[in-house]
T-cell receptor, first 115, second 116 residues
Framework: NAGVTQTPKFQVLKTGQSMTLQCAQD?????MSWYRQDPGMGLRLIHY???????DQGEVPNGYNVSRSTTEDFPLRLLSAAPSQTSVYFC??????????????FGPGTRLTVT | QQQVKQSPQSLIVQKGGISIINCAYE??????FPWYQQFPGKGPALLIA?????SEKKEGRFTISFNKSAKQFSLHIMDSQPGDSATYFC???????????????FGKGTHLIIQP
């Protein structure tokens, strides 16, 4: 199992550009989430999904869109990038079937810089 | 409003000592409290977790102590080793709303350095 994979690893955008951060998992997890990590702020939830076709907003959803057409994929779209979106983005998946109960498996992250 | 408060922000411990990181939460609906460990350039990974029906959980050198009435929980790392140097995050979630499916609320993290 590859676990949770994210692409790209690094990205530089200009203000106003749009892009999609890709996330995929091969563990057949029903739940997937996107977090952003900023220095001194911990990780903050952007959007999450409880299954294909079902998404909801987290703590900091503004400026981001998500969709979940399959169990495996959960892309995060930046509609019009702003410098405030400079951050490290982590995708995570979890399942009620996990032996350690609701354990979130995190991807390696995407480091995004908006200039 | 920060729902999970973590302290200290940074911590230096001598090899072989005990590292203690504390967290406090506000939302009484939280009923799952994990600790995550993160090394530079990597995603966080689950270290240990507890539910509020027990006051303590131990896995190897790592122990969570939980005080439901005070709404506090802490991570103790016994016999701390240089390899434990990392950033540690406490977190909380509401099991009732899909079993943690709606994600975790994290503390701001503690940067732990174990000096050899």
């Amino acid at each position: 199992n590859a676990g949770v994979t994210q692409t790209p690893k690094f990205q530089v955008l200009k203000t106003g550009q749009s892009m999609t951060l890709q996330c995929a998992q091969d563990m057949n997890h029903e739940y997937m989430s996107w977090y952003r990590q900023d220095p001194g702020m911990g990780l903050r939830l952007i959007h999450y999904s409880v299954g294909a076709g079902i998404t909801d907003q987290g703590e900091v959803p503004n400026g981001y869109n998500v969709s979940r057409s399959t169990t495996e994929d959960f892309p995060l779209r930046l509609l019009s990038a702003a410098p405030s979106q400079t951050s490290v983005y982590f995708c995570a998946s979890s399942s009620e079937r996990s032996p350690r109960g609701y354990e979130q498996y995190f991807g390696p992250g995407t480091r995004l810089t908006v200039t | 409003q920060q729902q999970v408060k973590q302290s200290p922000q940074s911590l230096i411990v001598q090899k072989g000592g005990i590292s203690i990181i504390n967290c406090a939460y506000e939302n009484t609906a939280f009923d799952y409290f994990p600790w995550y460990q993160q090394f530079p350039g990597k995603g966080p990974a689950l270290l240990i977790a507890i539910r509020p029906d027990v006051s303590e959980k131990k896995e190897g050198r790592f122990t969570i102590s939980f005080n439901k009435s005070a709404k506090q929980f802490s991570l103790h790392i016994m016999d701390s080793q240089p390899g434990d140097s990392a950033t540690y995050f406490c977190a909380a979630s509401k099991r009732g709303s899909g079993g943690g499916a709606d994600g975790l609320t994290f503390g701001k993290g503690t940067h732990l350095i174990i000096q050899p």
